[in-house]
């Protein structure tokens, strides 16, 4: 990002002046977002030095049985309760922008309570209607899958009311409170309970493992929550509260829609391997796909840092700066992640050793599925841009065709190549929705949503 100019000694010209201005160039929006993007990116890496550190440690602890069983019931907690908030976590960053450019106060303090309470209560009726399915398929069900599978419905209401509370930080622009509990906390508290249940001797088998990691989800989530409202009670002056329940979900749905076919492409992959191939297989895609969640990392940064300003800038009616907006983000979404693809593969064998030897058998999986990472990378968060700006049925249909796509392509492709079949179907999928959401941009907004090209004006 930076070219040393070797003819100068002066260091306030070096590459280090030169790359600090970048970051802080531009306008002051942009140069906040890239801060607020870096502070998320941070704490997304320290997460995945965490997670990745976790996984090495069950993969060992456990064992390759035990680990698939985690995997598949943890990618299922992963995916039901990102869509079981209805696309509050998501909406918040729209609503809560527009309550505060057109005053409406009581609006506002209504949906910062009730949109908690709201999550909380229908994600617990539909674990337990969930925990009443498990216990119906038990027959069907592999004996050491059926614990592991309860405590994966009693970690779902944490689950979905974190993240309605990460949603609420991120729209005040409190990165730190809105992600640490859930990325830092909750890894941190994985790590010390199940090394304490081995330092005492139990057997650290999948149901062990869930038990840890659903105590981690509501201990984090439960700090979160003191932490919010003490934050909130300084920033929103008190007063009456009105709860637009039918307003706030006319808004999330379409977005839910999205966000859920976002989930069901980005989990296919893993729960439809499950069905094919060996639990010590599925491990060792599952760690390929860690591995390489650095790059996934970036473009959430810059998705969870722009999509509130998207909507403000919009219900402004400030079109320039928030096209200006738009193409700094994309600009800082593909090339840091084209760069930490090129170093992730460089360094991929090494990194899957980490989890044990046999994983190192799933390093050329890596070059598959990095190909469509980085092809999403190149159009940036233009899906939040859709949402914020009232394009979410369009976004869910693009999605919705890639997920189907994927589906077809991962039953077709996994029972005859496995873990490659799996990150050819997903790559494809993401290429295919690349290309659908530049088209739909260009037409709906007549933007030019690439990392490289010049704009329409």
Known sequence: MAVMDTQSASASSGPLARLRSMLAGGSHEASLTRRLAGT??????????????????????????????????????????????????ASAQKIIPEYRTRGEHALLRGFLAGSRWMTFA?????????????????????????????LGCATLSAFVVANTQDGIARSH?????????????????????????????????????????AAAVWIAMLGQMVALNRRLKGHITPGASCYDFRGWL??????????????????????????????EEVGVYFAVIKTLALVSFIHYAMSATTAHRFAEYNALGDKDRLSAYVADAIHWTFWPSLAATIVLLALGKPLLWLFGAQFVGGYDIMFVAAIGLVVRAAIGPVERL?????????????????????????VALIPRFGGHG???????????????????VRRRLGLHVLAFGKRRD
Request: charged share 10%; net charge neutral.
């Open 40 to 89: 998320i990116f941070v704490i997304r890496v320290a997460s995945a030095a965490l997670a990745y550190l976790s996984q090495i440690l069950l993969a060992r602890w456990m064992g390759g049985s035990d680990y698939g069983v985690y995997v598949y019931v943890w990618t299922w907690v992963l995916l039901l309760g990102s869509m079981m908030d209805f696309g509050i976590a």
């Open 122 to 150: 229908v994600s617990t009726a539909i674990a337990l209607l969930l925990a009443g399915l498990v216990k119906l398929a038990s027959p069907l069900l592999q004996p050491n899958e059926i614990t592991p599978l309860y």
């Open 173 to 213: 622009d409190w990165m730190r409170l809105g992600l640490m509990p859930q990325f830092i906390v909750r890894q941190a508290l994985i790590i010390g309970i199940t090394a304490g249940l081995l330092a005492l001797g139990l057997d650290l088998g999948a149901s062990a493992a869930m038990a840890a990691s």
């Open 250 to 279: 006319a808004v999330s749905l379409p977005i839910l829609l999205v966000e859920s076919f976002y989930l069901l492409l980005s989990y296919t992959d893993v729960l439809v391997l499950q069905q094919f191939r060996s639990s």
């Open 386 to 410: 859709l949402n914020m700006l009232g394009h979410q049925r369009i976004c869910a249909l693009a999605y919705a065709l890639a997920f189907v796509m994927n589906l077809v392509l991962c």
């Open 422 to 440: 799996a990150a050819a179907a997903t790559s494809i999928s993401l290429t295919f929705e690349t290309v659908l959401l530049f088209w739909i």
